[in-house]
């Protein structure tokens, strides 16, 4: 019994994804779902990759929080379009959320969509929201023993940016570890360390993305 | 339909939390549930207050981890007993969890158990473990828009403790804005600025532990 209700809501949350997924592919838009622990950097990361993309990339974001539209009000000062979800309580997006998000948005005329999720590193990944990807950050005062302990986040990621890497010079962190241990449940992600705040090896994630989007384009 | 289920779910928990919650009243030990997103520093910080308090308290923790027993070694390399709970996908313990821990350490002997929850800010908040109270961590390079984007967690800690404090020459935090957005949710909170590397400000911690232990102790 507990079980039929649970594949009921997982198909809901599927159909959804399903729905997302197919608009994206027929406007060629690259959805990515970004996940992270709170305070890993993903606005700081997405204000500064529409900035700097700008004039090659049209970007928006669908924000996900539990509570403000702090990091919408972030995004939307660098001219692009976001959406902000509240999800009161809820410690993940859902994709029906996403799909009315996509609603209150010129969506169909952007090259990225990324979906900012809530700041958690365990429930958004049981979650498709009808991404092409999905991008998971790490930052270096998080610790070196996160993708051992959150395996099931880091497998199902795309790119891994390990990010705040300014920071380690003031914090003991085993890149080698770190990279081992991402190996070993996921040898195809693409692994990149970069700092959002310095500007440090985003060029390496700025030509992944615009790679990454002619093939979406491609596709659609 | 739906609804009752969930409470049928909840109060399961909540009967195991009774439960809990008696266990330490009958022995007079004090439980404390340590909630806090990925990498603020729960682990060092125990690990420190155990070999701090070494002689004046003793103390076991219960460790929850989706995946690994790293955090129950590093606690148990101090001398203290710890358990430790793989929740293989769950992102938060549940009281059950914390009941069959209980029972494979000598909790008897113990002045203070820590339980230290999974690495996450939303989740664990909701479920009652039958803790005594709840000690809720924010490390500075987490951000200051924290307890505003998570005020649940924020509003049911007894103490917060401010960690990483010797990062704030490296990283920009609005300690005002913190301390405002803390006391607007939560303003009988106790909140303390520490730094479990360093050392800096756990005094104060060790003052409010020992009060804290001794009023369960007198309760029981």
């Not at 070196?144 to 920071?167: M, R, S, V, W």
Request: proline share 3%.
């Amino acid at each position: 019994m507990k079980v039929s209700l649970n594949q009921k809501i997982l198909s809901r949350n599927d159909q959804c994804a399903l729905n997302n997924r197919d608009y994206f592919a027929k406007n060629g838009t690259l959805c990515l779902n970004v996940i992270s622990s709170p305070g890993s950097g993903k606005t700081t990361l997405l204000a500064r990759t529409i900035q700097d993309m700008q004039g090659r990339l049209t970007i928006a974001v669908v924000e996900g929080d539990i509570r403000t539209d702090h990091d919408a009000q972030r995004i939307r000062q660098t001219g692009a379009e976001a959406v902000q979800i509240e999800t009161e309580g809820a410690c993940h997006l859902s994709a029906g959320q996403v799909g009315t998000a996509l609603r209150q948005m010129k969506a169909k005329e952007k090259d990225v969509i990324f979906i900012e999720n809530v700041g958690n590193l365990v429930c958004p990944s049981a979650f498709d929201l009808g991404e092409a990807g999905r991008v998971v950050l790490l930052s270096i005062p998080e610790g070196d023993d996160k993708p051992a302990k959150y395996p099931g986040t880091f497998a199902g990621a795309e790119i891994i940016l390990i990010n705040k890497i300014d920071l380690m010079d003031y914090i003991e962190f085993r890149l080698e570890r770190v990279l081992a241990d991402i190996h070993a449940v996921n040898p195809d992600a693409t692994v990149l360390q970069v700092s959002a705040t310095t500007g440090q090896g985003l060029e390496a994630w700025y030509d992944w993305l615009i790679d990454r989007r002619k093939a979406a384009a491609q596709r659609s």
